[in-house]
């Protein structure tokens, strides 16, 4: 027995030996291996394809074969300013790093066998990412033959070779790229960076910049494959089968003064998705300081939702092009609200064409395409500030849902060959039960656009937060029974009807904003106020119908666009054929 176990523990000890110089001898032909991909090869790799505008530092790596572990001290991207700066269309600056790296569970056999690189999992406890890109040739090309002509002749861009674009950069990376004959094909079961740090800054022609953060970032890759035998691989995003990056406190400057907050965004490249929590858009600072450092400016507009989605989007066509096309845009608990103030004086110097919505379009200097556009449990708010009152009117839409169908861009194209649909459901002033169907035409030449609506019974009443703070008048009684209203807007112009149906309708003036004596709050403005209305100033048609058996009046419109935003110009165009019924 004796010896029985001394022969097994002296095979233990044999196998073990075995093992320990297996593994010595391993390691003697995987640690140059590792050095060669991570160190020559990847640094070389990025000197390459940028030109030697990007520099790769890895730092120490210590390896623990018996673990089959590689640990890496950080690894970090620099540019050469010098060299970016004589190309003749300079890259992005990039600064990044990694910090205490892991590679985890190596495939030994395989990788001394010159079969590649296996791991179970790649793991950094830091990742930091800055960039800093000018902008792409394509869009100066577009700003310099929109400006008018210099007065000397200028030579035109030579765009030849000018065709670096911010866009498309990591796909082209992931298409040119080459492994070393040593280590032909790499496999990682997963990629897990905890701590994500990313800012990135993209200049724009006329000198503003848009600027992207994210603060808390974590970002997991699963399934990395990059096998030039399996070239399929390379359309993966980052040759991986799945890639969710999921942030935190994430904050987007389209420009100086506008800002976009976030409370969490998970971004997933594998499913094509984009989910944005607590979303918030517009200035940047209060209103009361936007309306101190905009003197001009007459609307402010601010976007909320506590859940904005993007579905089916078509990653390489934004990676290549800018292109935003996706399958659906969904947002829930909307809330639009829009701030006009009358008040401010008109900007001096000569006057600027005004810009409709399909203007505003058409100037988006990429393709958009979105099947469908949905908003629910939304609200739209729309206030304005007229001269003279110190409160703003204002007008609500609650419980709206909105269905946007076929929204279709192409940059440079003016035409109304393309229609979008759009449906909006609602309650008016908390009350009556709006519906609203508009069918435009994005790229239209003009202002373009037939309108349809109806709203249901409600208190007249309902609408003095308006009234009463846009006009010297205010409601005292009446109950609307309905609202039909129909226009068509050609060239600018709106033309149409509204029929109002209402009973025992009332109104008195204020004199709030009217200037003068009539304005005043004092006995002697009241007297003339009451004068005023028995002499028929503000004198209003009580009933449309006025008889049972009668048809109601119809209200004409025919109303000219003037740069309002979207829901004052609805307004004015309602509140002209309303008026034409309503006041006698």
């Known amino acids: 027995m004796g010896r029985t176990v001394k022969r097994i523990a002296l095979g233990l000890l044999a196998a ?14 995987a640690s140059p291996l590792v050095n060669e991909l991570l160190r020559d090869w990847a640094t070389s790799e990025i000197a390459t394809q940028s030109d030697s505008v990007y520099a790769l530092h890895v730092g120490r790596l210590h390896f623990n074969w018996p673990l089959r572990r590689v640990r890496l001290d950080s690894a970090l991207i620099v540019t050469d300013s010098a060299r970016n700066a004589r190309r003749s269309w300079p890259k992005a600056t990039v600064q990044g790093v990694l910090r205490s790296c ?3 569970g190596i495939n030994l056999p395989r ?7 296996e791991a179970s999992q790649i793991g950094c406890a830091e990742v930091h990412w800055e960039s800093d890109a000018p902008p792409d040739s394509a869009s100066v090309a577009r700003l310099q033959q929109a400006r008018p002509p210099a007065p000397r002749p200028q030579p035109a861009p030579d765009t030849s070779r000018r065709t670096e674009s911010p866009h498309g950069a990591v ?12 280590v032909p094909t790499i496999r990682i079961g ?16 006329s000198g503003d910049h848009t600027r992207f953060d994210l603060a808390r970032a974590r970002l997991r890759v699963t399934g990395v494959v990059i096998d030039p035998a399996a070239p399929q691989y390379r359309a993966r995003p980052l040759f991986a089968d799945g890639v969710v990056l999921q942030a935190d406190s994430t904050e987007f400057r389209p420009d100086t003064a506008q800002m976009v907050r976030v409370g969490a965004l998970e971004i997933d490249l594998t499913d094509s998705t984009i989910t944005v929590h607590d979303f918030e858009e517009g200035p940047r600072i209060s209103d009361v300081e936007f309306q101190r450092l905009s003197p001009y400016r007459r609307e402010r507009i601010r976007v909320k939702a506590a859940r904005l989605a993007i579905r089916g989007m078509d990653q390489g066509g934004y990676s290549q092009a800018g292109a935003m096309v996706a399958r659906a845009i969904e947002l829930d608990s909307l809330r639009f609200e829009i701030l006009s ?36 449990n939304a609200a739209i708010i729309y206030e304005e500030f007229k001269t003279g009152h110190d409160r703003p009117g204002r007008l609500t839409i609650d419980d709206v849902y909105l269905l946007a169908l076929n929204v279709r861009h192409e940059p440079r194209r003016r035409n109304d060959s393309d229609t979008v649909s759009l449906e909006i459901r609602g309650k008016l002033m908390h009350q009556g039960e709006l519906r609203l169907a508009i069918t435009t ?30 006009t010297p008048a205010r409601i005292k009684s009446g109950r609307i029974d309905g609202v039909v209203f129909e226009y068509t807007v050609r060239n600018d112009v709106a033309r149409g009807v509204v029929v109002p149906r209402y009973s025992n309708l009332a109104a008195d003036l204020t004199g709030t904003g009217s200037g003068g004596i009539l304005g005043s709050r004092n006995p002697i403005g009241g007297l003339l106020r009451a004068t005023a209305e028995a002499a028929q100033g503000l004198k209003v048609r009580q ?21 309002e935003s979207l829901p004052s110009w609805f307004w004015n165009v309602l509140k002209q054929g309303l008026l034409s019924v309503v006041l006698k």
């Open 341 to 376: 103030d009358k008040r401010k004086p008109g900007r001096p110097g000569p006057s600027v064409p005004s810009r409709t919505p399909q203007s505003w379009f058409s100037a988006l200097q990429n393709r958009v395409a979105v099947d469908t556009i949905r908003a629910t």
């Open 102 to 104: 892991v590679i985890s």
């Open 16 to 29: 073990f030996a075995v093992a320990l110089l297996a593994v010595y001898l391993a390691s003697l032909r």
């Open 171 to 182: 796909m082209a990376f992931q298409r040119d790229l080459n492994l070393p004959r040593r």
């Open 543 to 563: 009933n449309n119908p006025e008889e049972p058996d009668r048809p109601p009046r119809i209200g004409r419109v025919n109303h000219t666009f003037r740069g």
């Open 190 to 205: 997963r990629i897990v960076f905890p701590k994500v740090a990313i800012g990135v800054v993209a200049r724009k022609p």
């Open 441 to 470: 035409p994005l790229d239209a030449e003009r202002m373009t656009m037939r309108v349809r609506g109806s709203v249901a019974a409600m208190d007249a009443q309902a609408f003095n937060p308006l009234i009463e703070h846009v």
């Open 111 to 117: 990788l001394v066998l010159g079969r590649g690189l």
